[in-house]
């Protein structure tokens, strides 16, 4: 907190010296767009990481998904332009987690998803109980809820696919937001929760990203 205040005093103070330069101070002006930016992706790299920090004290506590899905959604798609289809079943499981950690992810996925389709489009985003056997190697065998995030954008090539969940890999223009640590964290988050994040993904045709979180079923609670 005290890492964002200082943050945005600084930014306050460029904003203020942007906006008393004269025509004559181009190369001053430039400058502070600069300093701005990087002002700007400092106070988005503090956000997340504030949140990944809790990791050292993390409040798991059984959560119902369909309320952090369905806020996470709102704060992302706040314009029209994609339209967000969401199914979630009436009986879903409920899970263990910390609420804040996890809409963190679904909110960096949705992100993705939205700055994959900068003409607009479509999202799904479907919530489904589901066992697991012995068909996915890194997950124990058990009941998950399993979160689908399709989008109908750009797509990831093949090549980068194994790289997207590495810090800092981004194909997005600097300075334009595109820290490439999104994913990362998100990762980081979902292993902390014994989960799993996982991708497919054809290039034009669009992503899917499927997060796996234990499940609690009721009678075990
Ligand atoms: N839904 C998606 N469609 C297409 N490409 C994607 C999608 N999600 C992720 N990617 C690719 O994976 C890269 C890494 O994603 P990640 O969220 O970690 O970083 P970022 O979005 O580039 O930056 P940040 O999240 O820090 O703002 C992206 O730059 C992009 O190339
Ligand atoms: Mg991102």
């Known amino acids: 907190k005290d890492f964002d205040s200082l943050l945005s005093a600084i930014l306050r103070n460029v904003f203020l010296a942007k906006i008393s330069a004269t025509d004559e101070d181009k190369i001053i002006e430039d400058g502070l767009a600069v300093a701005e930016r990087a002002g700007l992706q400092a106070k988005q790299l ?46 879903l499981w409920q899970c263990e987690i910390d609420a804040k950690q996890i809409r963190q992810v679904f909110e960096n996925v949705l992100i993705n998803a939205k700055e994959a389709m900068p003409n607009g489009g479509a999202v799904d985003l479907i919530a489904e109980n589901t066992t697991i056997g012995t068909n996915i190697k890194s997950l124990k065998k058990g009941s998950y809820v399993r979160i689908t995030i399709k989008d109908y954008g750009e797509g990831i090539p093949p090549e980068h696919l194994s790289r997207i969940f590495d810090p800092y890999f981004t194909t997005k223009k600097k300075g334009r937001g595109g820290l490439g640590l999104g994913l990362a964290i998100s990762d980081s988050i979902i292993k902390y929760h014994s989960g799993l994040i996982s991708v497919e993904s054809s290039v034009g045709l669009g992503t899917t990203f499927s997060i796996y979180l234990p499940a609690t079923l009721k009678n075990e609670a």
């Open 46 to 91: 503090a956000h997340q990481l504030s949140i990944f920090a809790q990791g050292g004290y993390q409040v798991h506590k059984m959560e119902q998904m369909e309320p952090l899905l369905k806020e996470a959604a709102q704060n992302i798609f706040k314009d029209p332009g994609i339209k967000c289809n969401i199914y979630i079943p009436e009986e």
